[in-house]
């Protein structure tokens, strides 16, 4: 928990609480990000009878709000705030609106990326929603420091990191922190929407020498160390 920030000799001094425990960390540059709200002020909400709280419009799984004719989708509501979600929730509307059969959002398989060096790449859930939702998983990580065109471009820094459900064998979150983690994020996007395994990213053919082959490696790496299982069985 922040207690205060003071700013002496060009640094900003950062006292805070971690379990109980008073900590001091000295930084060069603080980022303060505030967060947003919903900014419902002039849609009249209450003469459409349409219901909201304190983090926007109310909707259900197909982006209905409480008036099944009305739909909403973005910062008017309770979900990711990132342009490229509410460009997802957008056609979820677009087809609700017209299409016979229905729609309904899955954030399971949003992502996210802060654009930092190195940059970090999320996309679907990670460990720590996985154990809220007591799916046993594994996780497996390829490290930079051993793949050709990160030591070609000297950046050798970052992983890729699969979140794996034992059960299924699904690859349902994949992380990544590289210098270019925001463009490997689109194939990541691609393995968890398409709910595919190690072995159905083992049968892709990656270009190499990219940093998009680590994606291929690293199912590889699980390929090899569930055949040495099986050997020692």
Known sequence: MLEKIDYENDKFIIHFKQEGKKQILEYDNVVMATGRVA????LALEKAKVAYDEKGI???????????HIYACGDCINSPKFAH???YEAGVVVHNM???????VDYDKNSWVL?????IAVVGIDENVAKKRDIEISTEVYNYEIDARAQIDKRTDGFVKFIIDKKTK???????????????AGEASLIVANKMTAMDVLGTIHPHPTLGEAFGKLAQQIFFKSMMQK???
Do not use: R
């Open 98 to 104: 017209y299409a016979p059969s229905p729609h309904v």
């Open 39 to 42: 900014n419902l002020d002039n």
């Open 170 to 184: 699904i690859i349902i979150g994949v992380e990544i922190v590289s210098a270019d983690a925001s463009s490997l």
């Open 115 to 119: 654009f930092s060096d190195p940059q």
């Open 231 to 233: 050997s020692k069985s």
């Open 58 to 68: 109310l909707v259900n799984e197909k982006l209905q709000s409480s008036q099944e």
């Open 85 to 87: 979600t509410a460009s």
